[in-house]
Every structure is written in structure tokens, then in C-alpha cells.
């Protein structure tokens, strides 16, 4: 025959390299469900039926095409529930001339396969993931004998590469690289929002959703109602509702947060794009015909940009420079276990509820909840960043771990000493006050600073601070909370010290299921 071609559920593009040069007649496609990438941490059930579906779906397209696909379902006899097994499986039935693999977003997965050199007998040929517009070896250049590796630099490299809002001078699109200081606006009351398209399973996905209700029935989060997008085609016009009845306001709320808005004016396409349905390059080009057309303004097509070439290819360009060693680090020597609200959602603090709430209900939650609620939380309290880390790669329907972890491990809990972010993220009530409607009806005090009432984000950050005051207090971008401390006197401080210690050694932080 000719080459097996394994495609992963992360692959589901057409022009994914480990295609290019598909012989229809010679070839075979594999692709297959396996129990241990279902199970290695217990995802999010409608991660999981998102996935399957999503393959499923790629694999008739590809039939229709005319292509020969082997396709391995989870509850298939003899499925081997691993990679390494049905890769071996597929070897042995279709003894192939070479076996072709794009490479995974994992450094766990690319170790495995590179064993397979020499564990299958059949030349192995490895290609390079082109789906992203920085390749590995151009971001490794980009950083080499850097200083400091921010994301801004990187993205104006990203914006002259691609021509993104540049003007024929070479200048950025207004003047500025970056609009960010239009988009901190907290959302009026009254606001519409409108919600990403719903569409009803069809008989493939309903046949899934069966299986995930049936083998991960125990896995966190609801199952039902789904509404992903499963096919490149439902993924398309889920962008096209965004781009025209969202990305106007994207920029101006994109720090907002709103009880009863799990969506807000956010793209609700990240699922779509790390499993390959949707590409960097035309989710950029879509918005940008909508500001060609005036139809969207430049802080918010903008905004959206940077998050896509700048933060996208950034994140996952820090992840391949430092695996596999990332992890290993904990800068700020957090080691307090992962509390069990961060599964049951059952916590006073309302804005954690509701972040945690919409997590469980969608697999999803917007940027700002992510990185102020759940993630500044786990920062100020200290929490263990392997169970941090553990716990975004499981509940959310777009989390890798080449993007979750850069994420977690950098940027909201500074584990990385601030390789990837120049400051820990840190923030007081303040903040979630300011951006948001949840204060009101918590059963906290967001203006009070201590006691028994006070909003408990007030006195962990003080105590974070002094917390990690050796650790910390030369960062010049904490120059002025520094100062703050300074002027706190003894008694504040002592007060700060005994609220923290007593709502850390509080029931609602016990690692254990109440
Ligand atoms: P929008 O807000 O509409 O943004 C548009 C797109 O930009 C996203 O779809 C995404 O592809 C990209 N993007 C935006 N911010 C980032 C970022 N910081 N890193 C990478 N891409 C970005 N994103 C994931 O795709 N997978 C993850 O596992 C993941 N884990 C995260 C963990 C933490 C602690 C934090 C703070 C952020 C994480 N993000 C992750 C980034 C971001 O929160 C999500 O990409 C975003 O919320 C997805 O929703 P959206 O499509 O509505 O995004
Ligand atoms: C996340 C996931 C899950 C749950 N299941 C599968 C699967 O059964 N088959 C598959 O090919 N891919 C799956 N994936 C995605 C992989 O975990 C992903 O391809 C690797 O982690 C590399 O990014
Ligand atoms: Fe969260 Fe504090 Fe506001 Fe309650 S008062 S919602 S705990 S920030």
C-alpha cells in the first residue's frame, strides 16, 4: 500500500501537513478514539464529546472526499486505548510504507511518537505543524539572546510579518500597536448581548453525547445542554455571528464580566481553532474585512488580532522554547492544595461561584474570569500550581497544554518567575468590583478591608504581598504596592496576617469533597 497518515483530534484541518500529498487511492487516514488521551486528566465531558464529534464528523468529510479513513471508535473491540497501541494495530493491518504524523501540541504526545521510530518498524516521518503563522524555529530566533521575552515586542514582529493593520509606511493601522487603554469599559446596565449560535446535535453528535453520558459520566461538568459547533462549516458561521454581531464591542467590554452573560462580546471560538476547524489566519482575516468595511472599529479589531498573533502564537511559542523544563519551576513556592469549590463551585465568594458555575455549565469561561477570578484567586492564596494547572487543562473545552499551560503556569501564577509576564497578576475586590456586577449580591463586603465580612480577595492580596515581599519587592512594576505596604503599620498588618490565616485554614478551603 502507500502511507498511513494518523491524524489526531487536535488535526481536523484539511490542509494540516500530515495530508499534504494524500494519495486517494494508496493511502490510508487513521484516526482514533483512545480511552488514556480521554482519561490522562479527567476532561470536561463536553470536551470530550466536542472532540469525538468534531473527529468524527472530519473523517466523513474526508470519506466524501474520497479518501480511505480508518477510523478507531472508542468502544471498537480490540481498541487498545492508547496512541502507541492503535498506531500498532493500524501498523500490522495495513503494513504501510511509512507512517506520516503532523506534530501534537504536547510535549507528553511528541515524546511518544518519536519512540515509535524505532518501536514500529516503518519509517516515521514527523512534519511540522504550519497551522501556526510563528513557526517553533522562527519564535526560538525572535527570543535568542533576548533579555526579557514580552508578548508586545513579539506581536509588533507579528504584525510586520503578516501586514496586519500596517499602513503602506510600514506604521501601525491609528498610530498606536495597541488600543488597550479604550478597552477597559464596564458594561452598562440594560446591555444586549447576543449569545453565540445553538445548534441542536445531529445524529452523530447525539450518538456521542450517549457514549461520553455512558464511559465519563463521572467526569466534572454538565454534558447537556451542547451546543458546539462539530464541523468546519458550523465553526465558520459561528465566526460570522461573531464578526457581526459581537466583534463591534469586543475591545470596548473586553474586561467585563456580567452575572447571566457567559459569553459576553468574547469570539467563543477557541475550541474550534486548537482543534484546527477554524485557522489563525482567516478568524484575523475575517475581522479585517469587517473594519475594511467599517462594520467594526479599530480598538476592537485590533484587540482581537493581538489576541490571536500576539497571545496565541506567543503562549505557544514559550511552550515549546522551555519543555519540557516549564513546569518544573514554583517561583513563589505555592503549595497550598487546589480547594474543592474549584470542583463543586460551592464557595461564598460569589464571583468565584459564578466563574466556576459557567465553567461547569460550558466548558468555558471568558479571558477575564479565567485570569481575575479563578486565576487571581489561585495566585493570592498561594495555591500548588501542578493542581492549578491540572484543573484549567480539565475543565475547558479549547485547553492544550501547549496554551493552558504558558496561561496557568505563567501568567496568572507567576510560577515561572516571570519569564512570561512582567508582574504577577494580582488584584484586590477592587478590581472585580469595578469590572463587574458580582459584589452586589455576594455574601462578602467588597469595601470592607478586614473582619469576618470583608471580601476575602481584599486581605490576601496584602498578604500575598507580604507574603513574597523578598521575593517581589524589586519588581519595579510593583514599585508602588510596595510603597503601600511600606506605609501599612504593624497593627494593619498583624489584622491582615490573622483574616488570611483564618480564611485560608477555613472550611471552604479544604481540599476535600464536604
Ligand atoms: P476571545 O476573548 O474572543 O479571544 C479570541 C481568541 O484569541 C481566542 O479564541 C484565543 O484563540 C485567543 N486568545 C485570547 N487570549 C489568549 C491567550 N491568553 N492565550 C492564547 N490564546 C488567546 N486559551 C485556550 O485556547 N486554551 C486554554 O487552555 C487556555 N487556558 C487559559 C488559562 C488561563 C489561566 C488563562 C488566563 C487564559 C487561558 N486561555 C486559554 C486564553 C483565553 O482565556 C481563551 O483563549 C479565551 O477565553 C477563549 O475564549 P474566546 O474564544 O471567546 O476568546
Ligand atoms: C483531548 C483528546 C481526547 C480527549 N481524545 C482524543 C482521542 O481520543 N484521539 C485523539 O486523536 N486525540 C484526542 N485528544 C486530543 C489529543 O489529546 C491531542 O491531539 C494531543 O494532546 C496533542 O495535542
Ligand atoms: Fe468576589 Fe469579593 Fe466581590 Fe464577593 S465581594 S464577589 S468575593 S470580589
Known sequence: MGVLRLVLGDQLTRSVSCLNGLDLEHDVVLMVEVAEEASYVRHHKQKIAFLFAAMRHFAEELRAEGARVDYVRLDDPGNTGSFGGEVERAVARHRPDALILTEPGEWRVLEMMRNWREELGVPVHIREDDRFVCSRDAFARWAEGRKALRMEFFYREMRRATGYLMDEAGNPEGGQWNFDQENRKRLPEGTRVPPPPQPEPDAITREVLDLVAARFGEHFGALEPFVWETTREGALKALDAFVRERLPFFGDYQDAMKQGEPFLFHAVISPYLNAGLLTAREVCEAALAAYGKGRAPLNAVEGFVRQIIGWRE???????????????????????????????????????????????????????????????????????????????????????????????????????????????????????????????????????????????????YWHFLIENEERLKDNVRLAMPYRNLARMDARRKAQVRADAERFLGSAQMSPLRS
Open 314 to 460: 506567543y503562549v505557544r511559542g514559550i511552550y515549546w522554547l522551555k519543555m519540557p523544563d516549564y513546569a518544573a519551576s514554583n517561583a513563589l513556592a505555592a503549595k497550598r492544595p487546589l480547594p474543592w469549590f474549584y470542583w463543586s463551585g460551592e464557595t461564598e465568594m460569589n464571583c468565584l461561584a459564578l466563574a466556576i458555575g459557567d465553567t461547569h455549565a460550558h466548558a468555558y469561561a471568558h479571558h477575564i474570569q479565567r485570569l481575575m477570578v479563578t486565576g487571581n484567586f489561585a495566585l493570592i492564596a498561594g495555591l500548588d500550581p501542578a493542581q492549578v494547572e491540572e484543573w484549567y487543562l480539565v475543565v475547558y473545552a479549547d485547553a492544550y497544554e501547549w496554551v493552558e499551560l504558558p496561561n496557568t503556569h505563567g501568567m496568572i501564577l507567576f510560577a515561572d518567575g516571570g519569564l512570561l509576564g512582567s508582574k504577577p497578576y494580582a488584584a484586590s475586590g477592587a478590581y472585580i468590583d469595578r469590572m463587574s456586577d458580582y459584589c452586589g449580591s455576594c455574601r462578602y463586603d467588597v469595601k470592607q478591608k478586614t473582619g469576618p465580612d470583608a471580601c476575602p480577595f481584599n486581605y490576601l
